[in-house]
């Protein structure tokens, strides 16, 4: 069963998906100056949120799902699409761009990935992983299969 998960929040530059993407210890909280991340312009009547994000690792969750998945984020009226896939011992993953498009309205992050190896969790697991997580966050909206997540 394949796999995705799409947000509306900033989206990423080519550069800042690198940047975040290639990092190992990755930390959103220094990277971004603290712990709460103002909302785009347009949901500006939703107070800042929660910065997640401490060690990078989260990133790569898909690799639970499938041994390769796509990220496509945009955000300034540039969206970029990568691959990302498992690598080797010494370079744990590899990633390369598929493509880039201009004059793109919005912004927003979706991973996907098609089940085709590593783990897998049940929908019911995966309720209870998400929403002990995210939703002590009022502004968050989670959907599993068309379904609300409730904490």
Known sequence: MP??????GKGMTPQQFERRWTTFDYNRKDDDGG??????????????????????KGRHASFCFSKSYTVLTWRDGTSAKY????????????????EKNVDVP??????EAAASGGGSLSEEQAREVLGMRFLTDPNF???INGKAVTF
């Open 106 to 111: 919005g912004h927003g992050t979706r991973i």
């Open 141 to 143: 909206s989670v959907y």
């Open 3 to 8: 796999f995705s998960i799409q947000d509306n």
């Open 83 to 98: 691959e990302v896939t498992l690598g080797t011992e010494n370079k744990p993953f590899d990633w390369k761009q598929l």
């Open 35 to 56: 712990s709460r991340s103002m909302p785009p312009p347009e949901l500006s009547h939703l107070p800042p949120r929660q910065v997640y994000g401490r060690n990078g």
